[in-house]
Structure formats: C-alpha cells, structure tokens
C-alpha cells in the first residue's frame, strides 16, 4: 500500500535538516581544527546540546506514522471502529455505516440502526463461512429469480443492496435445505386421475373430470392465499368442500380425506414430515418433497401434480434443522463459534 508521511512528520523532518544545517555552518571553520582537542570538546559539547531535539523530533515522527497507519475514519465522519470478526473477516463500523446508507440518510443512522446493520453483516459472513464449508454455489439465474420476488417497499433502497439481499436469500435457503431433518407443515390439496386417463372413461363422466380441473385451479389459488393469510387449514378445506363439490371426495388436509376422516385432531396440527424416511425415499411425488424440505418457516408453495393429477399447497410451520430446532438456533450456534464481538 501506498504510504505517505503525515504532515507533522514532514514538518519535523524539516525542522531536523535546519538544524543540522546551522550545526554544519557553525562547525565549517573547524572541519580541519588547528586544536584537535578543543574540537572535540566542542563537537561533544554540541550533540549533547542538540541530543534532546533529535530524540523529540524521532518520536513525534513514529508515533504519526504508528496513527496514520492503524487508524481509520468512518463515513460518519468519526474514528473507525472494529466492531466483528467472523473467522478472518473484519467488520468495522464504516462497513456497517455504508450498507446503512444504502437504507437511511446520514442522519437518521442511530446506534440502534448500526446494530440492525451490524447484526445483518455478521449473518452474511456466516453464510459466507458455511457455504464454503459445505460447497455451497448459486447461479446468476438463481439470484435473478430471488430478486424479482424481493418488493420494492423503499424507494432509497439501491440495486446493490437488493441484489445481495437476493444473493443471501438463496444461499440461507440452500442451507436451510442442507441441514433440514424434518419439516411441520400443513399441506391441503386433492387428486385426479391423470390427463391421459380421459380416454378410458365413458362420455357421462368426462364432463365431471373436467370440471374437477377446472374447479381445482381456481381452488389451488384461493388455498395458497388463505394459507398466506393465516386462515386456519381446517377453515380452509371446509369451504374448499362446500364451494366446489367436484373436489370434495378427493380434497385432503395433511395427506388424510377431508370428508371421511373422523378424527379432527389429524387437521388442527400440522404434520411432520421426516426427511429420508421410507415414503420420500421411495420416490413418491418426488416434487412434493423437493419442495417442501426446501421452504422456510411461514413460506406458502404450491406443488402442481404430473399431468394434471390435482395438486397440493404447503404451508411450513416450522423446521427442524440437524441438530438445531430452528435456523436461528443454528445461526447462533455458528455465531457463537466464530464470531468475536468488540462492542
């Protein structure tokens, strides 16, 4: 790195050379002395004089260069800050700042919004530490998909700031799916016979099959947004049953007939599904498990069956992680091991 000497040191290199040029001009009529002692006494005389201001200049001269070198200014205009370290990462106070000021103006940035900031950069390094542990990667079309689906709710927010939102959203999700043991869900959905199966069937029937697909599109829709509505499930399905009777044999919640099952405890929880057991091994609806061992705590998706079979929408209540309850647990375990806090 570039160095440049602050301008105390120059002034007091500058000081040293007129001195030693006024001792030089004094001492010009005795570079060759006629008394060789009397000059000796004299050259003594004048270091012992002069000892002091060579000594005081040096250490003005270190100690600005020791200031210049290992300190910082931060955006705001203060001496910056170490604030983190996440295994060989460094957090400063002006990392926090400037991603702040992607957010805020300058002076609504308070200590509590440099905390929120700080908290947000100690996670993404994190991330960062265990993508690499575990050779986690994602694509550009992967972050380009993440961020159409980010809302622009603040106008001073940048670009940069939502493309790494982005970027994290996909890698935390990746991770979560990595380390996920078992899933709490409840799933609402029904079965049709496939598209190609319409051939088989006689005439009277074909208008029923179709009209079940067409019932179960709309269906699909209005489950997945009662769903992202907290509607309880059991609520849910109910109505599903009385505003679409072609669906109403077939119309499930949590994987049990809505209409036969008599045990409603079976409806009022959400139901476990365990990663790798024998059903998800076995390969059934093999899209269904992609997608539900890959949601978030709270997240809604819709699983659209093979040719037209119906379909079924997920709401994850909560994950199990390996070893951890939830993805919080798990991020303050890793915290807690890598991350040193200087505040």
Known sequence: MYYSPPES????????????????????????????????????????????????????????????????????GKTDVLLAEVGTRKIYKSDVEKMALENYSKSAITEDVIKIYLDTLIERAVLDQEAVRLGISISKEEVESALASIPSVNAKISQKYKEDQAEYKVLKSKLIKTQTASVQAYVIGFWLPPKLADTTMTFEETPELSQSRSDGEIALIE????????????????????????????????????????????????????????????????????????????????????????????????????????????????????VIKHI
């Open 223 to 338: 489950i997945s947004e009662a769903l992202s509505a907290n509607t309880p499930p059991i609520e849910i399905a109910q109505q599903i049953s009385d505003v679409y009777p072609s669906l109403r044999e077939s119309l499930t919640l949590n994987g049990y007939n809505f209409i036969n099952t008599k045990d409603t405890l079976l409806f009022e929880q959400p139901r476990t599904y365990i990663k790798n057991d024998d059903r998800s091994a076995r390969g059934v609806n093999d899209s269904f498990y992609k997608t539900l061992f890959s949601l978030k705590e709270n997240e809604v998706e819709t699983v659209i069956g093979i040719n037209q079979t119906g379909g079924d929408v997920i709401q994850v209540v909560s994950v199990q992680l390996d070893g951890f309850s939830s993805y919080q647990e798990y991020l303050q375990s890793k915290i807690k091991e890598s």
């Open 9 to 76: 040191g120059v002034k007091t290199l500058e000081f040293i050379k007129k001195t030693l040029a006024i001792l030089f001009e004094l001492l010009g009529g005795i570079v060759r002395p006629s008394n060789p002692l009397l000059f000796s006494r004299s050259l003594l005389f004048w270091l012992i004089l002069l000892s002091p201001v060579f000594v005081f200049g040096l250490y003005v001269f270190t100690t600005n260069i020791n200031v210049t070198t290992n300190s910082k200014t931060s955006i705001m």
